[in-house]
C-alpha cells in the first residue's frame, strides 16, 4: 500500500461492535467471502492505549498522564472494500467495521509497567509464520503527539481506545487461520479465523 | 442521554451520506449504488438547548474556518439486531428524531479530495445536536413523507421532504445490518437535503421535522 507521509496523524473510527476478545472468533463475513470485489481482509496488528480520565485539548508533555495502560489491537480490514471506496473519495466506514474485526488484549499493561511504550517489538504471525514483524519505535506520530492533536478535536473518556497504526506486513487472512499478535511486554493475542454462517 | 422524556444509551451514530437527490446535485457527488455510511463519535451529542461549540482551532484558520449545519431525521434502533430483511426493519425501530450533522466543511472537502476518512471533520464535541423528543412508530406509520427545514436566525435555508430520500429508512436498516450489529439507542441519521451552509458564533439554528418538533441550538465560540 502506498500512502503519503502524513502532516497530521490521520483518525478513523472503529465502533465498539467490533471488539472481541483474545481467543474469540475472527467472523469472515459471507457478504466478503462471495464477492470477488471484496473477498480479502487483512490482518493489521497496531500498539492501543487506553485512556484514564475525561480528557480534552491536552498537550503532549502531559499525555502520559492521561493513559491507563498499554494493549495489543488487531485492525481487521476490508481491504478490497477499503480501496474501493478510497478511489471514489467515500469514507474507510464500512470496511473497517463488520463485527469482531477489532481483538483487543490479552491484558491491558499499566502505563507504569512499560516505561517506553516506543521501544517494543511487534509481530503477527499466521499459522506460525511471521508476517508483521517491526518495533515501536518507527512510529511517525508517538502516542504523546497523538493524544495532544486527537484531543484537540474531541473529548476522550475512560476506556477509550486509541490504536496507533501497523507496521508494514499487512496480508490477508482466510477462513481457519490461526492469528497471533504480539507485542513485547504484553503478550500475544490468538485468534481463529472463521467464516459466517 | 435524555432524549424529550426517554433515555438511551447508544453506542454509537451511523450517519448516510449524499442520500438526497437535492444535496447530491449541490455538493457534485456521485449518486451511491449502496449507501455510504460513516460515523459520529458519542462525544459529539447534546441535547435541544445545549450550545454548538465552534472549535477555536477551526475558528482561527483560513483552511478550515467553515462549520456548517445540516438537518437529517434519525430513527433509534430498538433493539439488538443483525441480518435484518427490509420488510422487518420497523420491529427494530424505537422511533424518531431530528438529528443535526454539524461538519467542518472545509476540512471536510479538504480530506475527501485526499482520500482521508471523515472522521475529525464530523466529531468535534458538540457536532451532533439531536432531539427534541423521540416520536416512536406508531405515532409516524411513514417517516418518508414528513417535512424537514432548518433556519439559521429565522431564516429558512434547507427545506425538504423524507420523500425524496434515496434509500429509505428499511433499505438503510437491511444494509448496515450485513455489516453490524445494531445495539439499542444506536442512532442511525439517514442524510440532508440540499441548502447546507455556514454557521457563526451568535447565530441561532432551529431543526424542524413535521411531527417530531423544532431542534434549537445556538452557536457559542470556544472558550467564552
Known sequence: ?197 | MKIGTETINPTKIICIGTNYMDHIEETGLDVPREPVLFPKTLNCLISNNDPIIYPKFLYNQRKYNRVDYEVELAFIVKDKCKHIPKNEAYNHILGYTVFNDVTARKMQAKDIVSKLPWFRSKSFDTFGPIGPRIVDTDEIKDPHNLNINLKLNGEIKQSSNTKHLLFKIPELLEYISTILTLEPGDIIATGTPSGIGPMQPGDLIEATIEKIGTLVNNVVMEGE
Not at chain 1, 467515500?90 to 490479552?106: T, V
Request: charged share 20%; net charge negative.
Open chain 1, 1 to 197: 500500500m502506498k500512502a503519503q507521509v502524513p502532516k497530521n496523524p490521520i483518525f478513523f473510527v472503529k465502533t465498539v461492535n467490533t471488539l472481541v476478545a483474545d481467543g474469540d472468533p475472527i467472523i469472515y463475513p459471507k457478504i466478503l467471502y462471495n464477492n470477488q470485489d471484496y473477498n480479502q481482509v487483512d490482518h493489521e496488528v497496531e500498539l492501543a492505549f487506553i485512556i484514564s480520565q475525561n480528557c480534552k485539548n491536552i498537550q503532549a508533555e502531559h499525555g502520559y498522564e492521561y493513559i491507563e495502560g498499554y494493549t495489543i489491537f488487531l485492525d481487521i480490514t476490508a481491504r478490497k472494500m477499503q480501496i474501493s471506496d478510497r478511489n471514489i473519495n467515500l469514507p474507510w466506514y464500512r470496511s473497517k467495521n463488520f463485527d469482531s474485526f477489532g481483538p483487543i488484549g490479552p491484558r491491558i499493561v499499566n502505563f507504569n509497567g512499560i516505561e517506553d511504550p516506543h521501544n517494543l517489538n511487534i509481530q503477527l504471525k499466521i499459522n506460525g509464520e511471521i508476517r508483521q514483524q517491526s518495533n515501536t519505535k518507527h512510529m511517525i506520530f508517538k502516542i504523546p503527539e497523538i493524544l495532544e492533536y486527537l484531543s484537540k478535536f474531541i473529548t476522550l473518556s475512560p476506556g477509550d481506545i486509541v490504536a496507533t497504526g501497523t507496521p508494514s506486513g499487512v496480508g490477508p487472512i482466510q477462513p481457519e487461520d490461526i492469528i497471533e499478535a504480539s507485542i513485547e511486554k504484553i503478550g500475544t493475542i490468538t485468534h481463529k479465523v472463521i467464516l459466517e454462517e
